[in-house]
């Protein structure tokens, strides 16, 4: 195979959907729990077993039927701390990867892990946000423990190989050679060691070597048939590579001819491990009309839903679709036609039509004699990591949107308070360029949060969970202005970090302090209108009972009801400056008792009450008794002493209604405005208390005239939508 194909990066060689299994030693039960549903959830790959007791942790390492790859471990824990449980396992598994994860934070015992040859050392903190540093930190770990063991298990391989592989410094001086090179030329391995390839050749070749073999070893590679002379001066004719690495090394590799059942056996043994392997794999025949599949493992049937009769003869095209980047298409083609290896993603189609995302690798195969032999190719299935990027895409696009374009002031910050980023509209509020507000923190712009409080406060809230609170900015000429804060703390590409979105609320705060002025007006007036009107008003009434007992005027009688209408104002006007400045307390009230309730406590004169309903409604109890005294009020300043009131339930809610004189048509709508009357007593102020009861419960009231010709009224209780 040519040695154009490349260099794979190490995540190429370790097995991507290999469980990592993790033993967790702690000794806190919930807690443990919680950290191993937070690494599988976060993990796919991630298997946890927990053992409370540290003894028992290391019985299961022993004992396991499966082999652990991590072990994470707390420090302080009854009978053995985390060291003691390093220690022991370092005498067993000295390369097994070893994270302390410990509350017991200290600079003491982190230098002590570290001597004892812990791997990683992460404290507990708060947050969910320390569950995502530990999987990275264990995942971390892991890969560079397999990467090791792969390189362990390859030298185990070049040594055990059949093939002869020596490796020569930029001289030519063999500096390493497996026992099969040993063995094809006769040596003992020592004995090879610091030789020059030159005394395995004769005379006659060396200069062949120097103008031919050496030269396209480095532009590229050199293989073919090579004459060795053994230590015992016979010669023997090897198939022979020669390549280059980036160091300047020379890779050697002899292989006995074999005979053709050994080669046979050989190309037996491939197929079979082409057959097992984790991916899918093709062959293609570059010499045939469209290089078309000759070979296809069990894999890649699985992936593509095809059998393996429907895809041999078959151009690898075959799978693509509508759907497929045809800009990609393009490069995997010029690749093959360049005889270069290549890597793409491209959108696929199974057999069924349904799409999946295919990570494809391609390189060139050369026989002994360099030329083209035939064209490998890798498939995976990587639709799962490509919706994900896609996903994170997305994300990622709204949340620039959001930035940049935002009416509101927004801070990106860390868990220090250190200002990472800043949108435009905080530089032009603040009068500050971004250069100069990136790097303050928090406090240094908000006088009103305390660095300590805020810490801690970071510290602990939880991710994607977002926060709202009220602070203050201060611009650059020393002016503060009031805002609302919208926090979240967010994963940004990685790093933990808090985005700050602050309103403006200076307009808020102004109509708050005037609603403050207006209350404490309103507060004096209904003090006034309780107490300084009311109390003279009293006195003229019981002068008026003492007159009236001392001489028979008919002036007492109109007097007395000019008092009456006073004290009938004042009460209207009490109630509506206190409408609305209490909460309302809802609650299920029977109808019929609350209305007999109010025509008891209001002046019914010789008025008839009639009940024709028992539904109960849902309201304040104080304000609806105010909506039907105020009904009750009015239907007797209309319709005279000897009224008929009837109370009635509707489908949509109840009425009050009366057989007076009704209201005339054009009147109607004005009957609700405050101040409002065509009684010559009456204060206008009843029937827009009656409407301000039922805004304050989301009602309506509407006035129309009765059956019988008098006022009625419809309340609808239904919801407002």
């Not at 090394?249 to 059942?261: A, E, G």
Request: net charge negative.
């Amino acid at each position: 195979m040519s040695t154009n194909l490349g260099t794979d990066d190490r995540g190429s060689l370790l097995p991507d959907s290999k469980t990592i299994r993790v033993l967790h030693v702690e000794d806190d039960r919930d807690f443990a729990n919680l950290v191993a549903a937070f690494l599988t959830s976060d993990r796919d790959r991630f298997c946890v077993d927990t053992e409370t007791d540290p003894k028992q942790a290391l019985s299961a390492l022993q004992d396991a039927d499966h082999e652990f790859d991590c072990v994470v471990s707390d420090y302080d824990m009854p009978g053995l701390n985390g060291l003691d449980v390093l220690q022991r396992i370092r005498d067993e598994y000295p390369n097994l990867p070893f994270i302390l994860f410990t509350g017991k934070g200290s600079e003491e015992i982190a230098s002590e892990a570290i001597t004892a040859g812990v791997t990683d050392y992460l404290q507990k903190s708060g947050g969910t946000e320390q569950y995502r540093v530990l999987g990275n930190r264990i995942q971390n770990a892991v890969e560079r423990y397999w990467a090791e063991r792969y390189l362990d298990r390859g030298l185990e391989a070049i040594e055990t190989a059949q093939d002869g592989i020596s490796i020569l410094n930029e001289d030519g001086h063999i500096e390493y050679a497996n026992t099969a090179c040993a063995d094809i030329l006769g040596y003992e391995r020592e004995e090879l060691l610091g030789q020059h390839w030159e005394a395995f050749y004769r005379n006659t070749d060396v200069s062949d070597v120097y103008d031919v073999l050496l030269p396209e070893a480095r532009a590229d590679r050199w293989t073919g048939e090579t004459s060795f002379v053994r230590k015992d001066d016979t010669v023997i004719d090897v198939q022979h590579t020669l390549s280059y690495t980036d160091d300047g090394s020379l890779i050697c590799t002899l292989s006995r001819p074999m005979t053709d059942d050994s080669a046979a056996r050989d190309l037996s043994v491939k197929e079979r491990s082409m057959d097992e392997a984790p991916v899918g794999i093709v062959l293609t025949d570059p010499h045939a009309e469209d290089n078309p599949i000759i070979y296809a493992n069990d894999k890649f049937t699985e992936l593509t839903g095809y059998d393996r009769t429907e895809v041999i003869g078959r151009n690898c095209r075959f799978l693509q679709g509508e759907g497929t980047d045809e800009d990609t298409v393009s490069e995997l083609r010029s690749a093959i036609a360049n005889r270069e290896p290549v890597t793409a993603e491209l959108r696929n189609y199974r057999a069924d039509g349904s799409e999946f995302w295919n990570r494809v690798r391609i390189a060139p195969v050369f026989d002994a004699d360099g030329d083209l032999d035939l064209f490998v190719g890798f498939q995976d299935d990587v639709t799962t990591r490509k919706a994900y990027e896609e996903r994170l895409r997305s994300n990622t696009a709204r949340l620039e949107a959001l930035f940049d374009n935002s009416p509101d002031i927004i801070a990106i910050h860390d868990a220090d308070g250190v200002i990472r980023d800043v949108n435009q509209r905080m530089c032009d509020e603040l009068g500050y360029t971004e250069t100069e507000l990136i790097g303050q923190r928090v406090w240094d712009l908000d006088p009103t949060v305390d660095p300590a409080h805020a810490r801690s406060f970071w510290a602990d809230a939880k991710t994607n969970t977002p926060h709202r609170f009220e602070g203050a900015l201060e611009r650059s000429d020393g002016s503060t202005f009031p805002i609302e804060v919208h926090l979240i703390r967010l994963d940004l590409d990685g790093e933990d970090r808090f985005v700050a979105m602050d309103r403006d609320i200076s307009e808020q705060k102004a109509r708050e302090a005037e609603l403050v002025t207006q209350n404490e007006r309103l507060d004096r007036f209904t003090s006034v209108v309780s107490h300084d009107l009311r109390n003279p008003l009293q006195v003229a009434e019981g002068r008026l009972a003492l007159l009236e007992e001392e001489c028979d005027s008919e002036h007492v009688a109109a007097i007395d009801d000019a008092l009456g209408r006073m004290n009938a104002l004042i009460d209207d006007l009490l109630t509506l400056a206190q409408d609305g400045t209490e909460a309302m307390e809802v609650e299920s009230i029977s109808i019929a008792d609350l209305v007999r309730t109010c025509w008891d406590t209001v002046a019914t004169r010789n008025a008839t009450l009639a009940v024709e309903t028992d539904a109960t409604v849902e309201a304040d109890r104080d304000q609806l008794q105010q909506l039907f005294e105020n009904l009750i009020r009015n239907a007797i300043e209309h319709g005279g002493n000897d009224v008929t009131v009837t109370v009635g339930a509707t489908d949509n809610g109840f009425y009050v209604a009366d057989d007076g004189s009704g209201i005339p048509e054009s009147e109607r709508d004005r009957v609700f405005e405050s101040g409002y009357s065509t009684a010559a007593d009456g204060t206008g102020f009843g029937l827009d208390i009656v409407s301000q009861v039922t805004d304050a419960h989301g009602w309506t009231v509407a006035v129309t005239n009765g059956s019988g010709g008098g006022a009625r009224f419809d309340i609808d209780t239904t919801p407002d939508e």
